[in-house]
């Protein structure tokens, strides 16, 4: 039987569908989230997954195609052949070649961007229908020759004589055949992400313990969601010669003791990040349909959500890469006039456990507040029957393109089924950024506020 601390345990919700002020704004356009789906995700190199999930969006809203006036997906880690994997995409699902689509890249809240662009554009009166998403093909991702054999092969191709072309091919060393692999790194400091993560886990105290029993939590949640059925923005897809792939594959409940075996992966031998500990590499990826109150509701459509504000945040990459939402959750709250005890169903991407815990913590402590962030108090932390009960990054997965558009229809969901009215989201992001936005339900619907770490979304339904 698994089980985890009582500091994580769950009691059944008694939240109670409120009567709140709504966040609407007097001549301002109502922007709503009409529906978000995902392909499951998948650790990478087990199964692959195709990058165009818009057949599956058309499909779950039988929206027409002519409908749509833009298309907007991110990624982090970019194919060149398919730089601008939105176009592609909508080619690729059928779209007419009129509808204008581009992609954006924001680290792990590259989806919160393309959300973000949607609702400008359809603020701004250009648009009525957009399409949003992200993706992310960890099992392929592109492997370049190093910086001399590149410079190499490009003098070859400009080279004119047969003799030129033996020099260069001479002058070709085994070292020149290293290839340079991709990496989870910070280019402004060098270091990888997991190293700022046990960094960040010791400057707050956080034990080794705490993060493998908040671990364990995540994916206690996730089995629990998956065999209720509750995700239900998971869309079942063939794979050409293979079988159908009909939910996510790294939801696995472990063991304390079986957790604790594992060595440190960043900082040897005394780190406490560990594989267990951390979000690991994932294939996949979702999409929103966003849309004007106005137009989802001569079609005939149910929002889920209001979009109604967001906010970007950065910080220092070095020192508080991964401390998003304790800088950005109070700014989005304060543009809602809105406190931590309004908002009653939290999701926050859980990169590492230890990145949770040093944001709770954070988000905890007076000193912090004043000495880092110039308040008075702190903002306070999530209540822990309110958080993530439906797992999070570490047990469901985390393509990086595609974690935004997961958070924020999760967050619709889990307010529609608890009777919640505002959620709050957040997700930290490489270089130090963060998201937050602002959403609201029609009348008799719940509300819900979506961050993303250095992103921030705030929702109400």
Known sequence: KLSYPARFQTRKSTVQTKSKKTLARPNVKNIVLVEGVRTPFLLSGTTYVSIVLLWGLLHRTAIPKDVVDYIIYGTVIQEVKTSNVAREAALGAGFSDKIPSHTVTMACISSNQAMTSAVGLIAAGQCDAVVAGGVEFMSDVPIRHSRKMRKTML??????????????????????????????????????????????AAAFGVSRV??????????????????????????????????????????????????????????????????????????????????????????????????????????DPKDQLLLGPTYGTPKVLERAGLTMSDID?????????????????????????????????????????????????????????????????????????????YGLVAACAAGGQVSDTHVQHSLVVPAMIAFCTYAKHLYEL
């Not at 935004?404 to 009215?421: F, I």
């Open 155 to 200: 003098s070859l191709n400009k080279a004119k004589t047969l003799g030129q072309r033996l020099s260069l091919l001479g002058s070709i060393r085994l070292a020149h055949l290293s290839p340079e692999l991709p990496a989870v790194a910070e280019f402004s400091t060098s270091e990888t992400m997991g190293h700022s993560a046990d960094r960040l």
């Open 210 to 315: 705490e993060q493998d029993e908040f671990a364990l939590r995540s994916h206690s949640l996730a089995k629990k969601a998956q065999d209720a059925g509750l995700l239900q923005d998971v869309i079942s897809f063939k794979v050409p010669g293979r079988d159908i792939v009909s939910q996510d594959n790294g939801i696995r409940p472990s063991s304390m003791e079986q957790m604790a075996k594992l060595k440190p992966a960043f900082i040897k031998p005394h780190g406490t990040v560990t594989a267990a500990n951390s979000s690991f590499l994932t294939d996949g990826a979702s999409a929103v349909l966003i849309m004007s109150e106005e137009k989802a509701l001569a079609m005939g459509y149910k929002p889920k959500a209001y979009l109604r504000d967001f906010v970007y945040v950065s910080q």
């Open 345 to 421: 169903v939290f999701e926050f991407h859980e990169a590492f456990a230890g990145q949770i815990m040093a944001n709770l913590k954070a988000m905890d402590s007076d000193w912090f507040a004043q000495t880092y962030m110039g308040r008075k108090s702190k903002v306070g932390t999530p209540p822990m029957d309110k958080f993530n009960l439906w797992g999070g990054s570490l047990s469901l997965g985390h393509p990086f393109g595609a974690t935004g558009c997961r958070l924020v229809t999760t967050v619709a969901h889990r307010l529609q089924k608890e009777g919640g009215q």
